[in-house]
């Protein structure tokens, strides 16, 4: 069969809710067809697996930026998930929604994404296993869980360190007031990763009507006129074709989607006129408004063991494992950052100006992949790091070449904005302020990194622009707007000047929520759902 009601592009965390929703209709065919295998390595499934699959190529499109120009032209590593569940396969599984104001900002060019219109959508997708409360979803696919009866003692006092610096602790930053100091909720249930794969595609995988093709690599979206009639796809080296009767839904994730618009004629007409690419629209956003989170990280030296001391040595790896096997609980079970919290530096209400990560361990980042990300340092040590959470800086996603498995040229364009370099100075001060706590300073011997070498503000902008690394949260390259001539989709997801044919992923925010972005990539799913099922009645 190669003609389907709905053809779905990208099985990640937006394209698999989709997925499933849609195929909930019995008579409605959907086909989902995804770049990456589908993913059963156990690395993909038990938290701690996070480090192990960030650099491998099999689950992940491992990406590279061009020389960044404020970053003293560092290429900075950019993972995507290759695989069922996409990057909610390979994420650091912080569930975070969102504040409301994010969404305000989004209702101001797209009416009908303001809080009151998503705020549900996030409840029906949680299946949150904390203490119940009204705010909260119970019923949903997503497994969300609580881990604060489990931290490490030195997250205890990192919370503790902030109240001590003015931070009160909020015990649910998920339930509409964000701010304060948190353990953080993750996305898992019974201690394995809730991704979208997992959560939403394996309970409804065998649907009749529901047709998910791994190791299907989309090349093109192919038009009659300026309608999207289906698309063209690389399996098994073999060019074959699927044909939408409704619509092509791309769910193909920040990069790779505007890609895909680019090399199938949508976007910036000089472009694909140097690719060769016949134009079908002119369409100048494609691929530009690039946004992300661009974090600094703290290492300090502890008086006390931290994680370290038990995630690097062989007893202690067999003890954390047995702890997994017999009670899915311990440290395998978590996320590397335990805690955190989102500050906003003039008092007020509105969007929090930065969010903070702590993790009881340390380990240093492997240089262009040479090591596993997660090797944990032999002396006892934490880290506390944080990005600014409405930057201002923008970049680009541009294809380089007309041949749809070459990656495409990308930027982010860190700290470009005065803006963002005034926050990373504030945000270091603050990192440092809550280390000299009594609740902290009694187990911490020294900042071991960056250390003396940053004093001034200068010398904080100086190191950030050697160190800074991205937090994963591209988004905004085809985003949502009111016309063609500030947005590449509309409310309803369309795609400006095209029929048939919309975008649901995190590459249709307007603006980057201040938190992390696989909830409300996970969000866009079940709208795009939603706005796709009532268009459809
Ligand atoms: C290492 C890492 C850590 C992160 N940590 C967190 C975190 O802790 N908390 C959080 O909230 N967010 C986190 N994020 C971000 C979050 O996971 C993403 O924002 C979110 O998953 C994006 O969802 P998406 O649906 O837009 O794209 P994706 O989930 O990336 O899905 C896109 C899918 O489309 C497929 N695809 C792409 N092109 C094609 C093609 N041509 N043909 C077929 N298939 C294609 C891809 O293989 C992929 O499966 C992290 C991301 C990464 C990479």
């Given at each position: 069969?190669?003609?389907?009601?709905?053809?779905i592009?990208?099985?990640?965390?937006?394209?698999?809710?989709?997925?499933?929703?849609?195929?909930?209709?019995?008579?409605?065919?959907?086909?989902l067809?995804?770049?990456?295998?589908?993913?059963?390595?156990?690395?993909?499934?038990?938290?701690?697996?996070y480090?192990?699959?960030?650099?491998?190529?099999?689950?992940?499109?491992?990406?590279?930026?061009?020389?960044?120009?404020?970053?003293?032209?560092?290429?900075?590593?950019?993972?995507?998930?290759?695989?069922?569940?996409?990057?909610?396969?390979?994420?650091?599984?912080?569930?975070?929604?969102?504040?409301k104001?994010?969404?305000?900002?989004?209702?101001?060019?797209?009416?009908?994404?303001?809080?009151?219109?998503?705020?549900?959508?996030?409840?029906?997708?949680?299946?949150?296993?904390?203490?119940?409360?009204?705010?909260?979803?119970?019923?949903?696919p997503?497994?969300?869980?609580?881990?604060?009866?489990?931290?490490?003692?030195?997250?205890?006092?990192?919370?503790?360190?902030?109240?001590?610096?003015?931070?009160?602790?909020?015990?649910?930053?998920?339930?509409?007031d964000?701010?304060?100091?948190?353990?953080?909720?993750?996305?898992?249930?019974?201690?394995?990763?809730?991704?979208?794969?997992?959560?939403?595609?394996?309970?409804?995988?065998?649907?009749?009507?529901?047709?998910?093709?791994?190791?299907?690599?989309?090349?093109?979206?192919?038009?009659?006129?300026?309608?999207?009639?289906?698309?063209?796809?690389?399996?098994?080296?073999?060019?074959?074709?699927?044909?939408?009767?409704?619509?092509?839904?791309?769910?193909?994730?920040?990069?790779?989607?505007?890609?895909?618009?680019?090399?199938?004629?949508?976007?910036?007409?000089?472009?694909?006129?140097?690719?060769?690419?016949?134009?079908?629209?002119?369409?100048?956003?494609?691929?530009?408004?690039?946004?992300?989170?661009?974090?600094?990280?703290?290492?300090?030296?502890?008086?006390?063991?931290?994680?370290?001391?038990?995630?690097?040595?062989?007893?202690?790896?067999?003890?954390?494992g047995?702890?997994?096997?017999?009670?899915?609980?311990?440290?395998?079970?978590?996320?590397?950052?335990?805690?955190?919290?989102?500050?906003?530096?003039?008092?007020?209400?509105?969007?929090?100006?930065?969010?903070?990560?702590?993790?009881?361990?340390?380990?240093?980042?492997?240089?262009?992949?040479?090591?596993?990300?997660?090797?944990?340092?032999?002396?006892?040590?934490?880290?506390?790091?944080?990005?600014?959470?409405?930057?201002?800086?923008?970049?680009?996603?541009d294809?380089?070449?007309?041949?749809?498995?070459?990656?495409?040229?990308?930027?982010?364009?860190?700290?470009?904005?005065?803006?963002?370099?005034?926050?990373?100075?504030?945000?270091t001060?603050?990192?440092?302020?809550?280390?000299?706590?009594?609740?902290?300073?009694?187990?911490?011997?020294?900042?071991?990194?960056?250390?003396?070498?940053?004093?001034?503000?200068?010398?904080?902008?100086?190191?950030?622009?050697?160190?800074?690394?991205?937090?994963?949260?591209?988004?905004?390259?085809?985003?949502?707007?009111?016309?063609?001539?500030?947005?590449?989709?509309?409310?309803?997801?369309?795609?400006?000047?095209?029929?048939?044919?919309?975008?649901a992923?995190?590459?249709?925010?307007?603006?980057?929520?201040s938190?992390?972005?696989?909830?409300?990539?996970?969000?866009?799913?079940?709208?795009?759902?939603?706005?796709?099922?009532?268009?459809?009645?």
């Amino acid at each position: 069969m190669d003609e389907f009601d709905y053809v779905i592009v990208g099985a990640g965390s937006a394209g698999s809710v989709l997925a499933a929703r849609l195929s909930e209709d019995k008579v409605t065919k959907v086909l989902l067809l995804e770049a990456g295998p589908k993913g059963r390595h156990p690395f993909l499934h038990i938290p701690i697996g996070y480090g192990k699959v960030f650099y491998d190529q099999r689950y992940n499109w491992k990406y590279q930026t061009n020389p960044e120009p404020h970053l003293n032209d560092r290429s900075i590593y950019w993972p995507r998930g290759k695989v069922l569940g996409g990057s909610s396969s390979i994420n650091a599984m912080v569930y975070v929604r969102g504040h409301k104001q994010d969404y305000e900002e989004w209702n101001a060019v797209a009416p009908g994404w303001g809080w009151a219109d998503v705020e549900p959508m996030f409840r029906r997708m949680e299946n949150w296993l904390g203490q119940p409360q009204e705010e909260r979803g119970r019923t949903g696919p997503l497994g969300i869980t609580d881990i604060s009866g489990q931290v490490h003692p030195v997250t205890r006092a990192y919370i503790k360190a902030a109240s001590e610096a003015g931070i009160p602790f909020n015990p649910d930053y998920n339930s509409g007031d964000m701010e304060g100091a948190c353990f953080f909720q993750i996305t898992t249930k019974n201690g394995i990763r809730s991704s979208t794969a997992n959560a939403y595609l394996k309970p409804v995988a065998k649907r009749s009507n529901l047709f998910i093709l791994t190791s299907a690599f989309v090349t093109r979206v192919l038009f009659d006129g300026k309608t999207a009639t289906g698309v063209s796809y690389v399996r098994g080296g073999k060019t074959l074709i699927a044909k939408a009767k409704r619509e092509v839904v791309l769910c193909g994730g920040a990069i790779n989607t505007p890609k895909l618009l680019q090399l199938s004629g949508i976007g910036a007409a000089p472009l694909l006129h140097d690719m060769g690419i016949p134009v079908v629209i002119d369409q100048p956003h494609v691929g530009q408004n690039l946004i992300d989170h661009m974090g600094l990280e703290l290492i300090y030296g502890a008086t006390v063991p931290t994680l370290n001391q038990l995630l690097r040595p062989l007893w202690g790896k067999a003890w954390v494992g047995l702890q997994f096997l017999l009670r899915r609980k311990g440290p395998l079970t978590m996320s590397l950052n335990q805690g955190g919290g989102f500050i906003r530096f003039d008092k007020g209400k509105g969007a929090p100006d930065i969010q903070l990560y702590f993790m009881p361990m340390s380990y240093s980042r492997a240089p262009k992949g040479k090591r596993p990300l997660m090797s944990p340092d032999p002396f006892p040590a934490y880290r506390i790091g944080f990005n600014p959470c409405k930057p201002e800086s923008r970049g680009y996603v541009d294809i380089q070449s007309p041949d749809p498995f070459q990656p495409p040229r990308m930027q982010g364009n860190y700290l470009e904005a005065e803006k963002d370099r005034q926050i990373m100075i504030a945000g270091t001060r603050l990192i440092r302020r809550i280390a000299k706590m009594p609740a902290l300073a009694t187990l911490t011997d020294k900042e071991i990194f960056p250390g003396n070498t940053m004093e001034t503000d200068d010398d904080i902008i100086a190191v950030a622009r050697d160190i800074s690394w991205t937090v994963f949260h591209q988004c905004g390259t085809c985003r949502m707007g009111r016309d063609e001539k500030t947005s590449v989709v509309d409310k309803t997801l369309k795609v400006h000047g095209i029929s048939n044919l919309r975008i649901a992923d995190a590459s249709i925010f307007p603006s980057i929520p201040s938190g992390n972005t696989n909830a409300p990539a996970i969000m866009v799913g079940e709208m795009a759902a939603n706005i796709i099922r009532n268009e459809a009645l």
